[in-house]
């Protein structure tokens, strides 16, 4: 059964920092490029950022500068290290793998960015 279980969500001060991580059970980790997502209420979700299996780095444009994605294989969990946080950032962020014809994706955690 694979699971992805993101986690280190919660509520920030504007220009604080948060790190979420997403835990892979049930895949062989290395193979697959994992990415971030976020939907905020009322918006289309959206890609936050991504690495591949190589550890090819892709950003939105929104978020670069900020937020760094890493990958611990050996850990089975992505990290995705959010600095400089706006109120725009709030959204429910989501861990996406994908693989050949596998796809798949956690429960999300919540990130509100308010004062």
């Known amino acids: 059964q694979v699971q992805l279980v993101e986690s280190g969500g919660g509520l920030v001060q504007p220009g604080g920092s948060l790190r979420l991580s997403c835990v892979a059970s049930?895949?062989?980790?290395?193979?697959?490029?994992i990415s971030w997502y976020r939907q905020a209420p009322g918006k289309q979700r959206e890609l936050v950022a991504s690495?591949?299996?190589?550890?090819?780095?892709n950003y939105a444009d929104s978020v670069k500068g900020r937020f760094t994605i890493s990958r611990d294989n050996a850990k089975n969990t992505v990290y995705l290290q959010m600095n400089s946080l706006k109120p725009e950032d709030t959204a429910v962020y989501y861990c996406?793998?994908?693989w050949g014809l596998g796809d798949y994706w956690g429960q999300g955690t919540q990130v509100t960015v308010s004062s």
């Open positions: 690495i591949t299996s190589g550890r090819s780095i």
């Open positions: 996406n793998a994908v």
């Open positions: 049930g895949i062989r980790f290395s193979l697959y490029d």
